[in-house]
Nanobody
Framework: QVQVTESGGGSVQPGGSLRLACLVS????????MGWFRQAPGKERKAVAV????????WYPDSVKGRFTISKDNAATTVYLQMDSLKPEDAGTYLC????????????????????WGQGTQITVSS
């Protein structure tokens, strides 16, 4: 059974940085595309960073491009999200998700494409 566990959330001032980690256990990590999603209260979860199973392809929405970086460490079965220059609108619950893929270079950006979700970690950005 595949399990996903996030860590690294917290509170930061605008302009600050945080690094999230997502440990995946079970399954074959190298077959998973991984995504980080943000969910605000009462709103649907939206992808903020996605990496293909191969680790070679990444995707970001314009709102975080140039500020967020996703990386995949197959040896550690962990995916990271480095978040820099944080803004108040980046606040929310960040969820990590795994999507088993037959095409190693594909990067799924929709929540419905993901099979396994973590519990989420809270990010607060305020002064």
């Amino acid at each position: 059974q595949v399990q996903v566990t996030e860590s690294g959330g917290g509170s930061v001032q605008p302009g600050g940085s945080l690094r999230l980690a997502c440990l995946v256990s079970g399954g074959s990590f190298s077959e998973f595309a991984m995504g980080w999603f943000r969910q605000a209260p009462g709103k649907e979860r939206k992808a903020v960073a996605v990496v293909s199973a191969s680790g070679t392809n990444t995707w970001y929405p314009d709102s975080v491009k140039g500020r967020f970086t996703i990386s995949k460490d197959n040896a550690a079965t962990t995916v990271y999200l480095q978040m820099d220059s944080l803004k108040p609108e980046d606040a929310g619950t960040y969820l990590c998700a795994a999507s088993k893929q037959r095409i190693a270079t594909y990067w799924p950006t929709s929540a419905w494409e993901y099979d396994t979700w973590g519990q989420g970690t809270q990010i607060t950005v305020s002064s």
